[in-house]
């Protein structure tokens, strides 16, 4: 089961079953997967430069690194399939790139929600869908998306943000909110299409319930309402 | 002496034996030069969602992520004198800020020659007062400080970038002439004072010299006139 281990919190987990129906054709998946961790990697990055003091700079940064290794470890699996993969993510990057602009938030403190909510959800859904993969990719690629990406460094700065300015909690819950339209309506594109061309509704509502669980969750950690 | 290899064109060397006279002590050393990479890092960094295709992005992405080890690794070496790596930076921050929100370039190319022309000058300068660190600490810092920071990278999306747009040369080649101005200054005020509380103008004039000589062949590899 993937995990989403948040300090002092249960684990979360997803249910892989409802999820690998719905996975995508490997390169498609790895490609989107890929570029929906760059956007990861950037937003994290972009907000280094707006970190409060050189303690949030060290978390900030730490973590970006980290999310940018996951992006380098999906880029390697395309390039094990002799693809290029700048050429593979290329379809992808207008719409996922839309997304993050629309996600960015105001100010450093909402940056940091869109960190730890949105890579929290997608890293869930990429993970969910990478059990339907064929072959040894299913495990490479979970043990990639698994692998540390410093989620924990931003909730403690955003509980020690939230700690210091309490009214900022009702503010960042309120963009927790926003946030999750956008991310689910991007997971989605990244389905597989079947042959009809309308996603299974009936398919698809047990995955999306179980994201939302899972964020609601990743909010109560930090104390805020979901 | 330490080395810069630029594609095609012959070593940049500084002479060390000019620069070691002027290190600052260790722990000043350290986390001026920490923050000045975590700089470049953020720079890269910003860079990467403005990049103009997938295959930009990736690359600077790369080298932002080894910015981002140069900066771990000096890092590494403030807590190694078991000092608290964000508290030793802290005092540089304002300042450092202050000069890469002053360079950072109104657009992506621009940006770009930041990363390159100030990221060079301020690696032969750490490279050469690192020579003038105490012990084994001399060779440890300059092996963290000569690895491989992906400026090959970012000269390669330049000279296509000039390819694509010959016009863009001079306007790049302008932008390069006004960064080397304060990040001489930048570079200047990390230097050790001396007792008289006024920096020795003799010694200091070989090693402008030779950061600027340096700085130009750089320009040269691009193309561009220093």
Redesign the interface.
Known sequence: MPRLHTRGEPEINVNKVDFAELTPPLEQFLAQAA?LQ?TV??TL??A??GAP???S??AV??A??LS??K??GL?AEIARKRKD???A??PY?GRI?EY?SRTIGSNWYETMVTSYVTAGLLDDFSRGLASGLPGESARRVSDILGSDDGHRLIADELRKAIGADPRLASKLAMWGRRLVGDTLLIARSSLAIPASGHPDEARLEPVFTELIAAHTRRMDALGLTA
């Open positions: 570029y760059l990697f950037e990055a972009a280094v430069a003091d050189t303690e700079k060290e940064s730490t970006a690194a940018l290794k992006h380098h880029i993969a700048a050429a993510m290329a990057a790139d993050r």
